[in-house]
């Protein structure tokens, strides 16, 4: 109970104290211009925003290669200092893209983010048991279920008319809830196979 206290006072704290946006949108004001970069340039603080800018990106992006790098070397066995030297080149030709296609690229996530969520809410509450105790918990290689769900949930975000990430969140956790019963009696679970096996 006392982390939960501590996460809700950080996240409050966090949300209260946005001084970026308090600063991009003085700056914004006092300049007329929408881009932070050209905002700066019309402070003459060109140099002190590249190098602020630069390592605040630094530091967001050495973590997720590092992240990303140790994930794909315990999916692969390989070295993760290779794995994350690759990484680094993918996600800088990523860059070079994405520079030119911002808004796509928040659009998909708008779309392909929400339904993750949805999944995750529905199989709290269809399955709360099994959060309480990890450790005697099995769990499916791959719940196809989640995965089919989530692509539903991407799509009811795309064509049905409303709000796109409440229609991904309750696209992909309907058909969660209706799909994994079904794919349940189809494949049987770890617990199960180990009974058939004997």
């Known amino acids: 109970m006392k982390v939960a206290r501590t996460v809700l006072r950080g ?24 881009d ?39 999916i692969t066995g390989l070295p993760s200092k290779y794995i994350s030297m690759v990484n680094g080149i993918i996600g800088t030709l990523c860059a070079l893209w994405l520079y030119n296609n911002f808004v796509g690229w ?6 392909a983010i929400p339904p993750i969520g949805g999944v995750i809410i529905a199989d709290f509450f269809k399955n709360r048991q099994r959060y309480f105790n990890f450790e005697v918990t099995e769990f499916k290689t791959v719940n196809w279920a989640a995965i089919i769900a989530v692509l539903v949930g ?21 058909c969660y809830l209706i799909l994994n019963p079904i794919l349940d009696k189809l494949t049987p679970t770890p617990s199960v196979m180990s009974e058939l096996n004997k």
Do not use: H
């Not at 409050?12 to 104290?17: E, P, R």
């Not at 928040?106 to 779309?111: G, H, R």
């Open 36 to 74: 932070i970069s050209e905002v700066r340039m019309a402070q003459g603080l060109l140099i002190p925003a590249i190098i602020v800018l630069g390592l605040n990106i630094w530091t967001t992006n050495d973590n997720a290669l590092y992240a990303s790098g140790l994930g794909f070397s315990n």
């Open 11 to 34: 996240a409050a704290l966090g949300n209260k104290c946005r001084l970026l946006d308090i600063f991009g949108a003085a700056g914004a004001s006092a300049t007329g211009q929408a």
């Open 154 to 174: 991407i799509s009811s975000g795309k064509f049905i008319p409303g709000i796109v990430p409440l229609n991904a969140v309750l696209g992909g956790a309907i």
């Open 106 to 111: 928040l659009t998909f996530l708008s779309l």
